[in-house]
């Protein structure tokens, strides 16, 4: 045990030492977040705006002044006629506009009905996509606070320039996946990396040689990472919790275990990767190539796996990367608790046991 | 004499490839015992099945007293290593590489500021002990690493091709740490291809093509051979290698 522990100070020193690699390894969790994050959700807030009020009647004065009041948008200009929009649009400062018809507030009185046009810049479709389906919602809601007085409900409807797109639903969905992301590229590159590197250099003989157990230089080289990466998940929740207002709707302590196992896995493959590899740069090579990539294709989390052709959704399935991006995404997103989540639990837990066996048997205790 | 190294017929094959061929030889407490021949003549092999890190495919062999089939974890208990790649931390210090080193074999703390106290004294590395190892010129981090290998009072100490690549002064400071240990009773099992290191050694075994094709004091083998230098012997022998590198 004291041996163990002798060995766990040295590889923390090798980790803490190395200020580079650390601060690239927490500071990449931060920024891809960030960076994910703002690309896609601070455009949708505070966007700029023009409304078209033909009518000027009281309707469409409160319709207005909530769709101001909603932090997704901001009135750049009202203007009197539709004719203006397009000039605005040119400008490139405005995104979207809203129009109202002259008869907004007589239609809604009498008829109970009105129409709203609603015109996005398309040039960026997703953002487009996004700020309608903002619109219609606030649109939406505004209808719903009428109706809460009144006998027969009222009913404003938008007209669209743009098809729904229901991929954008969940902009969200980018935090399991940069989770997924991070934790696989501390866990199986710098574990891989760090035992390889014991090869190169000609220290892994000198341990050999000793009576350290040779199963145990890969446990104590595996810890700290595992350390690291749980202090990265608390990282990634962080920033999403608070910068980006992101709820945790399901059970932070069943998240926190799901991320363990995945780490674990992670770990696994890495150590699997240093025990067929002699040489830093192929284990990182076949870290990137055999790890990131497959992650980034195949997790679902940058193409989503359905639309693909159905070679590639049998292969996905082999990704470790997928389950735990449907784990992340099942408690995160949609708060379920383990019930919801112990299929895709137990198949990582499958491939975590399938890879622990195969790189104990390829281990070899004698170096040959 | 007390035999602390004792192989019988040892060999190593790789499918058809003999890398070792029925080596047979002794080693006595306290010598200390060159190993040579050119590159691919089967001596890592050889010292790779000796340390245990390696099973024989046949022939027998003991280590300070252990079988290499059934004792690997008390030899590697009783013997230190060192390689020709440099083999402590780089980006650990002086004393964090010595307190490692000791620990994985058990030291006690007491027994671990005690020897790093000594070591340090006599390396002369009082003011580089809480440096990183990385910044220590090569020829002290050779004579470290040498001390570092005997922190656990082994019995055998393996070195292989300790000095390649440090200058001569730096060599002849290394052996003589060398000779001390083996006067402190350590034996010392050294491959080389400086021949002016071979003269040093009580007695070399010369390997060719997986075999030992001499064995002898150096004295003795220039006797038999009839000429005036190791390197000498070491042509006429390696000269009938049909292995290249």
Known sequence: MKQFITFLRKEFAHVL???????????????????????????????????????????????????????????????????????????????MAVVFPSNFGPDLAHLKRAQVQIIADASDPNTANTLTNYMSSVIAAHQDELNGNSEIPYRIQPHLRMLYNPQLKGVHNFVPGVMALVLMLVCVMMTAV????????????????????????????AV???????????????????????????????????????????????????????????????????????????????FPIENMPVALQVISNIVPAKWFYIIVKSIMIKGLGFSGIWKETLILAGITLFLLVVSLKNFKIRLA | MNTVIQTDKLTKRFGDFIATNEITLEVYKGEIFGFLGANGAGKTTAMRMLCGLSKPSSGKATIAGFDVYRETEKIKKNIGYMSQKFSLYDDLTVLENISF?????????????????????????????NKLVASLPLGWKQKLSFSVALLHYPKIVFLDEPTGGVDPLTRRQFWDLIYEAAAGGVTIFVTTHYMDEAEYCNRISIMVDGKVEALDSPANLKKTFQVNTMDEVFYQLARGAKRGE
């Open chain 1, 17 to 95: 030492r190395d200020k580079k690699t650390l601060l690239i390894l927490f500071g990449m969790p931060i920024v891809q977040i960030l960076i994910f994050g703002f690309a896609l959700t601070n455009e949708v807030k505070n966007t700029k705006i023009v409304v078209v009020d033909q009518a000027r009647d009281e309707s469409s004065q409160q319709l207005i002044s909530r769709i101001e009041a909603s932090r997704y948008f901001e009135i750049e200009t009202i203007l009197p006629d539709a004719k203006e929009i397009d000039n605005a649009f040119r400008r490139g400062s405005v995104k």
């Open chain 1, 194 to 221: 760090s035992i390889v590197r014991e090869k190169e250099t000609g220290t892994m003989e000198i341990l050999l040689v000793s009576p350290f157990k040779p199963l145990l230089v890969m446990v104590s080289k």
């Open chain 1, 224 to 302: 700290p990472y595992l350390i690291l990466s749980l202090i990265n998940v608390v990282t990634i929740l962080l920033v999403s919790m608070y910068i980006l207002d992101l709820p945790v709707n399901g059970s932070l302590l069943l998240l926190f275990a799901e991320s363990t196992l995945f780490i674990i896995t992670c770990l696994t493959f890495g150590i699997f990767i240093s025990v067929k590899t002699n040489s830093q740069q192929v284990a990182m090579l076949i870290s990137l190539m055999g790890m990131m990539l497959p992650t980034i294709m195949f997790s679902g989390f940058m």
């Open chain 2, 101 to 129: 080193f000791g620990g994985i074999y058990g030291l006690s703390d007491r027994q671990l500021k005690e020897k790093s106290e000594t070591l340090i004294g006599r390396l002369g590395l009082r003011q580089e002990a």
